[in-house]
């Protein structure tokens, strides 16, 4: 009996909605079997990855901190996604951005800089991330190379730099030999919403952009509406999927 895989019509929502579903109960499924067989009981284990967490005030903070620059990203690269780019290497502009802004912050560090010091980070974290996501793009552009491998590769670019001046020109000499920087002045930190926490003005930020970008996507430019109408790319981006004379 042979086994035939046929692409769908349409769309079905109800497998839309089930699929997630179908995925965390395996994945549930599959983690109470390795409890099991490590001699630990899964419900108990389960508890302290789903429920502890959130029945902490503390872990709710942490969660919503390590959450705010996932949502960031994942804001940018929907758009990406929308004008038919599939960039791949948010970490890396996430990365190049972080360093940009933090180079102000190490430059200006002890020199009772005022309060514009935060601004012209966030500033120049964004105009970092934004050239280095230009670089594959210039790629695909000018030479044909698939941003999906570009985009991806320059995350490691990204990630060796960090490690570098981080190990190097930024390493804060009373930090025990660690890989970081000194600690940041106040003027050059996000302010925080709670005290005692760490939750910050950035949570509310992402909250704030994120229905500017549902408006974006919701009535899309004309580039934008261009863009994702256009053909699909061939597979790993090496051979034209209409032909040519």
Not at 72 to 92: K, P, Q, S, T
Not at 134 to 141: N, S, W
Not at 234 to 239: L, Q, R, Y
Request: charged share 15%.
């Amino acid at each position: 009996m042979q086994l035939v895989l046929e692409k769908r019509a349409e769309r079905s929502n109800t497998i839309a909605l089930i699929s997630p579903l179908i995925a965390i109960g395996l994945t549930l499924v599959t983690m109470s079997i390795l409890f099991a067989i490590l001699g630990k009981n899964p419900i108990s284990a389960l508890g302290v990855y789903f429920i502890d967490p959130l029945v902490d005030s503390y872990s709710l903070q942490e969660i919503a901190v390590k959450a705010t620059p996932l949502v960031m990203i994942a804001i940018g690269l929907a758009l990406c996604y929308l004008a038919n780019a599939w960039n791949i290497g948010a970490e890396g502009q996430f990365l190049i951005g972080a360093v940009a802004g933090s180079w102000l912050a190490v430059k200006t560090q002890g020199t009772d800089a005022g309060p514009w010091v935060l601004p012209a980070m966030m500033l120049l974290a964004a105009i970092g991330g934004a050239l280095y996501a230009l670089i594959p793009a210039i790629c695909k552009v000018r030479f044909g190379a698939s941003e999906i491998l570009t985009s991806l590769m320059l995350v490691y670019v990204a990630d060796l730099l960090l490690d570098y001046l981080v190990r190097g020109p930024w390493r804060d000499p009373k930090g025990f030999n660690f890989p970081t920087t000194a600690e940041f002045d106040p003027v050059a930190t996000v302010p925080v919403l709670i005290e005692g926490g760490r939750l910050h003005l950035g949570g509310i930020i992402a909250l704030v952009v994120w229905p500017q970008a549902r408006c974006c996507s919701a009535k899309p430019s004309r580039g934008l509406k261009s863009a994702s109408s256009a053909p699909p790319r061939a597979p790993h981006g090496s051979v034209a999927s209409t032909p040519t004379s």
